[in-house]
């Protein structure tokens, strides 16, 4: 049982579109939500992260929506650019789990045409 | 700054032999350490956790094993490469205490033949 789920596994959009990746999650006890870029032969970067008690994140064109109630949230990229094609990562931690354990999602590859 | 650095960057390695791949931090005492496997186009896993020198918790073995002989350093080792093995490791660093992101390093690329 997948305790995070990324709803799609690629996403194509045009350059300047707003690119919308989608996670959802099973364990009510995560309170921290990161989000990685990770482009192919290199380690996930930290894109942005959230914490369970806001409903909302932003870090420039990065932005995160969170609902706790239906234990899902999305990753926004606004204008998008060629630069933002990668794998995208949802991932969840439960404070204070045996050795701060991340669970993450399969990832979604964006492709941003020019 | 807070380095990590993995070597090798890459191995091809037959089936049934040995392998050792290690992980440096820089600049960070204490940290927490990690290491994780990805499959080709696949999600990452992680493998061992490490919150201090000598001590290593497995989260998922895959016939391999971990040590962490230094502060600053961690090995995943295994004595007889499967070619399920094949992947890419990442290892990966937090703050000891109260830290919340993961830094992951560059990873080595494993092809077991």
């Known amino acids: 049982q997948q305790q995070v789920r990324q709803s799609s596994q690629s996403l194509t959009v045009w350059e300047g579109e707003t690119a919308i990746l989608n996670c959802s999650y099973e364990n009510s006890a995560f309170d921290y939500f990161p989000w990685y870029q990770q482009f192919p032969g290199e380690g996930p970067a930290l894109l942005i992260a959230?914490?369970?008690?806001?409903d909302k994140k932003e870090d420039g064109r990065f932005t995160i929506f969170f609902n706790k109630r239906e234990k899902n949230l999305s990753l926004h990229i606004k204008d998008s650019q060629p630069g933002d094609s990668a794998t995208y990562f949802c991932?969840?931690?439960?404070?204070?789990?045996?050795?701060?354990?991340?669970?993450f999602g399969i990832g979604t590859r964006v492709l941003v045409r020019p | 700054a807070q380095t990590i650095h993995q070597w090798p960057v890459a191995e091809i390695k037959a089936v049934g032999s040995p392998l050792s791949l290690g992980c440096t931090i820089k600049g960070k005492s204490s940290p927490n350490l990690y290491w994780y496997w990805q499959a080709t186009g696949g999600t990452l896993q992680q493998l061992f956790y490490s919150i201090t020198v000598g001590q290593v918790e497995s989260v998922v073995q895959l016939n391999l094993s971990a040590s962490r002989p230094k502060d600053d350093q961690f090995i995943l080792s295994t004595e007889k490469l499967l070619l399920s093995h094949s992947g890419f490791y990442l290892c990966?660093?937090?703050?000891?205490?109260?830290?919340?992101?993961?830094?992951f390093g560059p990873g080595t690329r494993l092809l077991v033949l």
């Open positions: 990966a660093w937090i703050e000891g205490l109260g830290g919340d992101t993961q830094y």
């Open positions: 959230i914490r369970s008690v806001s």
């Open positions: 991932a969840a931690r439960e404070t204070n789990s045996a050795g701060n354990k991340l669970t």
